[in-house]
Structures are given as C-alpha cells and as structure tokens.
C-alpha cells in the first residue's frame, strides 16, 4: 500500500450500527429507558447522537449474540448513572470470572490505554430491548 493511502481512514467519523428485530420496540427502551431520542431517521433505520458520536438502530432479520460489549457510553459518574437506568428499569448483568466480578453491577477494571491518562476504568454492562449487549464506563484516573 501507497505511503499516501496508509491513513485513508484515520480522519473518518466512526459510528456504531446495532441491529434491531422490532425497530420500534427498540425506539422505546432507548427512550423510556436510557433517555435517548433519535435525531434522524429514515425507513428501517434510527439515528442517536451522543456528545458528537453517532449510533444506528436498523431493522434486521439476523440478531447479535450478546455475548460480547457491543457499544459503551463514557460517563463522570457510574453510580448516579446505573442508579438512575435502574430506576428507569434497566437491568445491569452480574459477571462472575476469575480476575472481574461486578458488585452491585459496577466492575474495576485493571488498566487503560496508556493515552486516555487514566490508570483504570469502572464499568457495568446491560442488554437493550433487542439483546444487543451495551456498556458504561468511567476512567478511573
């Protein structure tokens, strides 16, 4: 590859896109749970803005496994945040492995990127309405 094309997509806007079976079902748990209204939208299709990142919800025949962070939402302060998803009836998952545990589904993470100039990260995890597996995380610094 040319010297010149090498950075092609460094200066990209990335955005994530999260499938949805019942597109609907999905605008309401991202309104009624999370609080988050779409800026756009177009048939099929739901656009979220968020602090200058995007995400899509689209309609979809196939489904994510779940088993894996598949977006996550950087915030100042995880106990206020999961407290209030929770009243607002998000439910957090419980992990349970050697070396990551969540207590009151908040987890420690070990590490960072190097960059970020935080030493570590605090984070809890939870499903939307269409099983797609989401994330919040706070650096620890």
Same mark, same amino acid.
């Given at each position: +590859?040319?010297?010149?094309?090498?950075?092609?997509?460094?200066?990209?806007?990335?955005?994530?896109?999260?499938?949805?079976?019942?597109?609907?079902?999905?605008?309401? @748990?991202?309104?009624?749970?999370?609080?988050?209204?779409?800026?756009?939208?177009?048939?099929?299709?739901?656009?979220?803005?968020?602090?200058?990142?995007?995400?899509?919800?689209?309609?979809?025949?196939?489904?994510?496994?779940?088993?894996?962070?598949? +977006?996550? @939402?950087?915030?100042?302060?995880?106990?206020?945040?999961?407290?209030?998803?929770?009243?607002?009836?998000?439910?957090?998952?419980?992990?349970?492995?050697?070396?990551?545990?969540?207590?009151?589904?908040?987890?420690?993470?070990? *590490?960072?990127?190097?960059?970020?100039?935080?030493?570590?990260?605090? *984070?809890?995890?939870?499903?939307?309405?269409? *099983?797609?597996?989401?994330?919040?995380?706070?650096?620890?610094?």
């Amino acid at each position: +590859m040319d010297a010149d094309n090498r950075d092609i997509l460094a200066g990209a806007h990335v955005a994530t896109r999260l499938p949805t079976q019942d597109l609907e079902r999905a605008r309401r @748990f991202y309104a009624e749970r999370l609080g988050l209204e779409p800026v756009d939208e177009r048939p099929g299709g739901l656009l979220y803005r968020c602090a200058g990142a995007e995400f899509a919800l689209y309609r979809s025949t196939g489904a994510s496994s779940g088993t894996f962070t598949q +977006m996550a @939402f950087q915030v100042d302060d995880i106990e206020t945040a999961v407290a209030e998803l929770r009243r607002r009836g998000v439910v957090f998952e419980d992990v349970d492995v050697p070396g990551f545990r969540t207590h009151d589904g908040i987890a420690e993470v070990e *590490g960072n990127y190097p960059s970020t100039g935080a030493r570590g990260e605090r *984070g809890a995890w939870f499903r939307d309405s269409e *099983g797609n597996l989401l994330g919040i995380g706070q650096p620890v610094l």
